[in-house]
């Protein structure tokens, strides 16, 4: 089974983005930073943030679906908010999206907010609601389930640092963990943690018996050339001793974030 897990970077450099993945011909497609809108068909909308501004995907997750119809397609919004668009401002949902090849029958779901709860009237200000996505999956080559959870965890203003809400969030995402996973049966755990490698987050992952593939794997970072800051860790896919991973990579080519996408490949 092959899993994707990725940061899109709101579909900034769409159609490379979409043509990676459809190359890597996933199993199971975890993406954070994933926009849909029902009140536009535009192809682009413009983000602001302060001095920040860039064009986003106005609606990666309906790109994604019809480029994926071989996967079940499952969208969970964090927030909602305006940006701007030719015909002037939208409104548009901002979250997770989880794509799950339709051989792999999809045993439950588990999605719930690890910090703060929706927020539907306007951005705001940092840090900003943050959900997650748990679902477990049958193998019908194994016979085994395997629970998978997805994430994007919270962006603050001065780095990656632990805080309270970090760890908060990561309390909150074990017990979204425990309501599907039982011991001994399989368990991955990916996507932007927004963590850094020696988080206390981790030691709460360990106790549930996860290994960081990233960093056991002596990786030297999950950005790409487009994020300038000195931070190079954001990305990390943990697995329990239940999975064999056959291999696993952090892709430094093509760029088509400023975060690199994981690959894991396991039964």
Known sequence: MKLLSLNCWAGRLFPSIRDYILSENADVICLQEVLRSDTTEAEWVTYRDGHLEYQQRANLFEDMRDVLPDHDAFFCTSMRGQLGA?????????????????????????????????????????????????FKIHDPQTGDPTTIAHLHGLRGEDG?????????????????????????????????????????????????????????????????????????????????????VSRFEVIREPEVSDHCPLLLEFT
Request: aromatic share 12%; hydrophobic share 40%.
């Open 86 to 134: 030719d015909t002037g401002p939208i409104w548009a949902e901002f979250g997770l999206a989880t794509f799950v090849h339709r051989r792999l029958p999809v045993l439950g779901h588990a999605m719930d907010f690890i910090h703060d709860q929706y927020r539907h009237d306007g951005w705001g200000p940092h840090p900003r609601p943050r959900n997650a996505h748990v």
């Open 160 to 244: 990656k640092h632990d805080t309270p809400e970090r760890l908060a969030q990561a309390h909150a995402l074990v017990g979204l963990i425990n309501r599907l996973w039982r011991p001994n049966e399989k368990l991955i755990v990916c996507g932007d943690f927004n963590l850094l490698p020696e988080s206390v987050t981790f030691d709460m992952f360990n106790s549930l018996g996860l290994t960081d593939l990233v960093t056991a794997g002596a990786f030297t970072g999950t950005r790409t050339s487009y994020y300038t800051k000195p931070e190079r860790f954001a990305d990390y896919i943990l697995v329990n001793r239940q999975i064999d």
